[in-house]
């Protein structure tokens, strides 16, 4: 069974730091774009970075320079590092995989991903 696990979400006050985690089984990953989204409430899922298999990152702007997507192939798994994070970054955040070697801008889009994780709560307090 293909399953993606997501832990790493808390309480942080702003400023702070968290690091997500996504634990991929089931199947290797090696030709996936694994990208992290996020939801708040009341407002659309959205994306947050992306790591294509070839290691390339990618990343909205509301994040760039703050939070780093990296991936760990023997481990299959997946990292969000998020430094100085803002109230604004409250929100549920997914792990996704998507089969795909380039990621295009069309990967910034949650419908290209059919593998989801159940999500992982980050609170930040200001």
């Known amino acids: 069974q293909v399953q993606l696990v997501e832990s790493g979400g808390g309480l942080v006050q702003s400023g702070g730091s968290l690091r997500l985690s996504c634990a991929a089984s089931?199947?290797?990953?090696?030709?996936?774009?694994m990208s992290w989204f996020r939801q708040a409430p009341g407002k659309e899922r959205e994306f947050v970075a992306a790591?294509?298999?070839?290691?390339?990152?990618y990343y909205a702007d509301s994040v760039k320079d703050r939070f780093t997507i990296s991936g760990d192939n023997a481990k299959n798994t997946v990292s969000l590092q998020m430094n100085s994070l803002k109230p604004e970054d409250t929100a549920v955040y997914y792990c996704?995989?998507?089969?795909?070697?380039?990621?295009?801008?069309?990967?910034?889009?949650?419908?290209?991903?059919?593998?989801w994780g159940q999500g992982t709560q980050v609170t930040v307090s200001s």
């Open positions: 790591l294509s298999g070839g290691g390339n990152t």
């Open positions: 089931g199947r290797t990953f090696d030709s996936y774009a």
């Open positions: 996704a995989a998507a089969r795909t070697v380039y990621v295009s801008a069309n990967y910034f889009r949650p419908g290209k991903y059919d593998l």
